[in-house]
């Protein structure tokens, strides 16, 4: 998740206090970059995370090698850490 994104989303919270108005707001990229570490967390392997987004996603979900990296990078830390 870009650092901006994140900021920004946080900003959009404590202006709002809705979680939900400010979701919306949120890229398509940075919402799958989520579903990645928590599938990844949950041990989900990548080939299934990559079949999950196509299915919610479609044609905007990022391409099997996004997936690899980014499986890849939290299987590096623990879950819940950048």
Not at 22 to 27: E, F, H, Y
Not at 48 to 58: D, F, M
Not at 63 to 81: A, L, Q, Y
Request: glycine content about 4%; overall charge positive; charged content about 30%.
């Amino acid at each position: 998740m870009r650092r901006f994104e994140v900021v920004a989303f946080i900003q959009c919270i404590l202006r709002s206090g809705s979680m939900e108005m400010c979701s919306s707001a949120m890229s398509t990229r940075v919402k799958q970059r989520a579903v990645f570490e928590f599938l990844t967390a949950e041990k989900v392997t990548p080939t299934e995370i990559h079949r999950r987004l196509k299915a919610v996603y479609g044609d905007d979900a990022v391409d099997r090698s996004t997936v690899n990296r980014w499986v890849i990078k939290f299987r590096g830390c623990e879950p819940g850490k950048p």
